[in-house]
Structure formats: C-alpha cells, structure tokens
C-alpha cells in the first residue's frame, strides 16, 4: 500500500497574508504522483486545499496521524503554505491560525514519521522556515533523529522564506519536472535522493536552499517513468562487454553509410551509441563513436556502465 496527503493551503484569517500559488502547487504534485509514467496508479492520495475547504489544525493533524499510522509500503506528506518559527520551533500554519497556536508543530511530524510502521516516510515541505523539520527543538537544532525509511525534503533552511513566482512556488515547480521524469536514472525510477540532486543543482548558490536529509539503505521510487533505456535493450550490455574491462571492437563495417556495412554490426552500433548517449559507454581514443568505427578503434564501459553491467549480470535488471 502506497499513500500520499497532499496539502495546500491559499487563503488565511487576517492579519496573515494570503498566498496565490499553493492550492495549485498541490492539485500539480497531486495529479502527478497518482499514476506512474505509464499510466499505471502509484500513490493513493488524499488532497485537502483551502480556501475551497478549511484546512483547521485538528483537521490537518488528523490526517496527518492517519497518514502514518499503520503499516504500508509508502507514506508521503507534501505541504505548501505558510510556514512559522517561534522558539519552540517550525510550524505548518493552518487556515485557524492565531497567536500561539500558529498550526501544527513540525516537531510533532518527525515524531510521527519516525514512529509510523511504513517502509518508507517522505516529507516534502514548501513554505517558509521548513529546514526547522530537519533541525528539530526537540533537541535544540543540534540533531535530527531520523528513523530508518524516513526521508525529509524541504524548500529553504529554518532561516529562510520559500518564494513564489507566476503563481507557483519555486521548490515545488522544480519537484513537478523532476517527478515527470527530469531526475529518472536510466531505470526510470524517481527517488528522493534523486529529487533533491535535481532541485539543489537548478537552484544557484544566492537562491533559497533546500534541505535534505535522510536515513535510508536504498532509495524506493517515488515514482516510474519509462526507462531512457528499455530493460531488454539494456540487458544486452553483457553480450557487448563480456567482461566490466572488456572492450568492444569496432571497424567501418559498424557504420550504415559505408558500402560494407554488415547489418548486425549497424544494430549493435545503434545500441552502443544509445549506451554512449547516457553515459554508460566511451569511445577509446576518440571523441565520437562514429571515428572509432572508421578508424577500427574501440569502446569501453564508464563507471557508470560498470554499475549497469552488474546490475544485468547479477539478474537485478
């Protein structure tokens, strides 16, 4: 069982200002965890918005206990709304905020994730101060307890505000293009690890920083999108690199614009420069693979071609 509670919260009692761009940064994250790249479900999830409804501190706290309670594969919690720091710590500030009593504590939600049975907690946090989940009052900043299978993710550090631009916050527009397939490995799978290296590259060193923090063995998908590489393709690594250090030997015959191109060495050739186009495989003294044809050179694995190598060859692919 795979389950999400999406929260995003515009509207708020006066004198907090009003947001713009929060209930449509959850309906978009919302709508693309439900299903995987191929249409397949994914996430079940649960959407609470204001201001179409009031998202109160016991409603979201509610949810928020249901969300992590029980067993289950998966259990995600997104937010984007404001976001509070007092001295006891982060809030996530609720459509029946006031003074001291701002919304529910971020505290209370670390205890809640490390406490839940399932295999794997995400939080992903977009509003102000949101780094305070990762850096707790429960132990003066100084340390975040981290269950095994909890993964935190948040827009900007305790110190600093998450910012909106046309309608959308930043973290969150980038988490979008990193779920739809621009942080997928060659598999296709999207985890948090790879969410965050997606976000915290685009990000330049002025912007708000995201944080990150995690206690996991390996990483489980968040999502699937179809692989760069599809698995039968891929497999065949181990045909054309017998061994990691093999290398495989090319002539002109691989090339289809010569007269004596041999139709199995084109395919072959089709394949390694697909290899060759993601990083798994390098010419050998050459800079494109085309030469090391003509010119009767080689090819040879990169690390990373390595780890796919293994991968096929232990039958894990």
Known sequence: MRKALVVGIDAYPKPIPLLSGCVNDANKIATVIETNGDGSPNLSVKLMTSPDKAVSRPALREAINQLFRGPSDMALLYFSGHGYLQSTGGYLVTTDAKSYDEGVSMDEILTLANQSQ?????VILDCCHSGALGSPAISSGALAQLSEGLSVLTASRES????EVDGSGVFTSL??????GGAADLRG???PGSLYAYVDEALGAWDQRPIFKTNVSSFA???????????????????YFKTPQSEHKLDPSYEFTEKNA???NVKIMKDLQKFHSVGLVVPVNEEFMYFAAMNSKSCR?????YQYWRLVNEKKL
């Open 301 to 305: 694995l990169t690390a990373l071609g």
């Open 189 to 191: 799978n999207i985890t």
């Open 221 to 239: 998908p968040i999502r699937n999108v179809p692989p760069k590489i599809p698995a039968d393709k891929m497999r065949k690594i181990t045909q």
């Open 175 to 180: 988490v979008v293009d990193a779920l739809k």
């Open 160 to 163: 600093e505000s998450a910012m």
């Open 262 to 264: 041999d139709p199995e």
């Open 118 to 122: 399932a295999k794997n907690k995400i």
